[in-house]
């Protein structure tokens, strides 16, 4: 196969032209779209077109909170290496990931249980709301559901993709019973890569806020 | 669905134990299937059973390779940040990624072309040998394959899996007609997950080395 020749600023429209080809006649709420086709574009894999779900007003509830400058938590470095820095500045985002601290690792050794679930304890001791963004362990996401029924944190937006095998599934379905804003990724699929590029496809929406 | 009661420790085992199980009586090379099993625990994604290609002996060169502490090169921070860090201590392989670099950015601006081909530029310049782990972008495949024809560039072991619609499958073919180790995701599926993913999965076979 020949290579295309095409310019580097180019690529990223000729991708989404190619998906949207491929969705063919398929219809999405227009605030959804773009999420989708960025974490089609992120991965090349279409059952997301099928697997992402959104809580009534999800988008959108989320987009207020970015633009109210809340920060958001990641449950791996990786998630957060891939959030597109330049995009965080309009509205000063900050990004945490805690799973790498030391106090994580030690509580989480004491307790018995995961560095992802100790490290959304250390994100509720913020005492801020913010956006969560797991894309790897699913025990941060049952830790997020027992902090949020206890009334300890408030969080503006669970972004639930972990992926895997054991207890993901699962713990999904409990974050599709909350009623706080969520954008869920059903099955075994996800990744910190997609917990990444759904972030990026919000901080986008606002490029074109008037600030 | 209820939650499976299970230690941290043991979450690994049990994923590894259904995707044993739901690959069935298929057969991989030996020093392959911790590869591919990996990239599907990483995924979840079934399809890397049949993506993945190797060069022949390709795992054993890279394996080589690593223990001679030849250093990683990465096209993302986000690949960067997903390979394992204690992994990489036994042998003091160093990780780099040049994407970030000021002096790429100008570069890849002079000339027209992308940051990833002018980070490969860039690792060229370290005139060392080295592992490089694609998981983005075409661009940077296609100039490893130009600097290795020309003899700048000689390397180790060249994992293509970078993702996506534009370029991505004729940069793969182009990496799977060479005559250096490669490691290389067919298609349009891959990610910089899956380009960590390969590089924990050979770091790990490297843990019971007697050193």
């Known amino acids: ?23 063919g006649d398929r219809t999405f709420p227009p605030e959804q779209f773009p999420v989708i086709r960025r974490v089609i574009h992120t991965t090349a894999d279409f059952d997301y077109a099928d697997n992402l779900v959104f809580s009534d007003n999800g988008v959108y509830l989320a987009l207020e909170a970015l633009r109210e400058g809340v920060p958001i938590v990641t449950d791996t470095n990786m998630g957060k290496a891939g959030i597109n820095k330049n995009a965080l500045k309009k509205y000063k985002n900050e990004v945490y990931c805690f799973m790498s601290d030391p106090d994580v690792a030690r ?17 509720a001791a913020l005492g801020r709301d913010c956006v969560f963004a797991i894309g790897n362990a699913p025990t941060a ?3 997020l559901y027992e902090l949020t029924m206890r009334g300890i944190l ?7 993709v972990p992926v895997g095998f054991v207890n993901v599934i699962q713990a999904k379905e409990r974050i599709m019973t909350m009623d706080v804003p969520w954008i869920v990724g059903k099955g075994r699929k996800g990744g910190s890569n997609v917990a990444a590029s759904i972030c990026n496809a919000l901080l986008y929406q606002l490029k074109d806020d008037e600030k």
Chains 1, 2 share one sequence.
């Open 107 to 123: 509580k989480a050794k004491e307790e018995g249980t995961t560095r992802a679930w100790a490290s959304m304890d250390k994100a």
């Open 154 to 160: 408030n969080p503006r937006l669970i972004i639930g």
């Open 1 to 23: 196969m020949e290579l295309e020749q095409i310019l580097p600023e180019d690529i990223e429209k000729r991708s989404f032209e190619i998906i949207a080809r491929e969705l």
């Open 141 to 143: 996401l049952i830790r």
